[in-house]
């Protein structure tokens, strides 16, 4: 079964819509990492359903590794925190979804298991690839919220711009804005255009 994940077929883009359901291997256990297809690209668990998206587009690597930079350095400064990139796994609620960054309380994550987490955490990023629009993106939102984290930040590198939500809110931010403090999450407080740095310093 395994090879059958690995074969690729070329197909025109017009007939594939992202994201791709696959069929759920023999054996599988959502927060065994080892049960997973191996294949070249993301995915996630949801619904009772395995989803396939490709691998990063230019826009949304860079926009990732700056993202991961700016929690990273955050981090260092509050130790009491763990900060999960490279679509950060996560089992919540029997569902799995990988997170392009995510900020958990070290307290709430214990030790490394070499398992996806199965706390919420306090903070879930998405950046829009290639084949997503904001309609997908929020309804990631809306199930990470419906899982208990507190903030999501949501990022569109080509326009670039980023969208806080929260339970209760939501705020809009170009790259002359900064991100609105949360109390979970002291002193993150960036620039949006901090975000966005490679893509702007590219013109």
């Known amino acids: 079964m395994t090879s059958a994940y690995e074969e690729m077929v070329p197909v025109p883009r017009v007939a594939v819509?992202?994201?791709?359901?696959?069929?759920?291997?023999?054996g599988f256990v959502v927060d065994e990492p080892a049960t997973w297809p191996h294949t070249e690209g993301r995915l996630e668990f949801i619904g009772g359903k395995l989803y396939y998206m490709p691998p990063c587009a230019d826009l949304q690597q860079d926009t990732s590794i700056d993202v991961a930079t700016c929690l990273g350095n955050w981090q260092r400064r509050n130790e009491a925190?763990?900060?999960?990139?490279?679509?950060?796994?996560?089992?919540?609620?029997?569902?799995?979804?990988?997170?392009?960054?995510?900020?958990?309380?070290?307290?709430?994550?214990?030790?490394?298991?070499?398992k996806f987490r199965r706390v919420p955490p306090i903070l879930a990023v998405e950046i829009q690839g290639q084949f997503e629009d904001e309609v997908e993106l929020r309804q990631k939102a809306a199930w990470y919220l419906?899982?208990?984290?507190?903030v999501v930040w949501l990022l569109f590198p080509s326009e670039p711009r980023m969208v806080v939500l929260t339970a209760t809110n939501e705020q809009q931010l170009g790259v002359?804005?900064?991100?609105?403090?949360?109390?979970?999450?002291?002193?993150?407080?960036?620039?949006?255009?901090?975000?966005?740095?490679q893509i702007r310093s590219r013109g």
């Open 176 to 197: 002359d804005g900064s991100v609105p403090a949360h109390p979970s999450l002291p002193g993150l407080e960036p620039e949006v255009a901090e975000l966005f740095h």
């Open 17 to 26: 819509r992202f994201p791709l359901e696959l069929p759920v291997p023999d």
């Open 146 to 150: 419906d899982h208990g984290v507190e």
């Open 81 to 114: 925190f763990v900060v999960g990139g490279n679509e950060a796994g996560m089992v919540l609620g029997g569902e799995s979804r990988g997170a392009d960054a995510a900020v958990w309380r070290r307290s709430d994550v214990g030790q490394h298991r070499g």
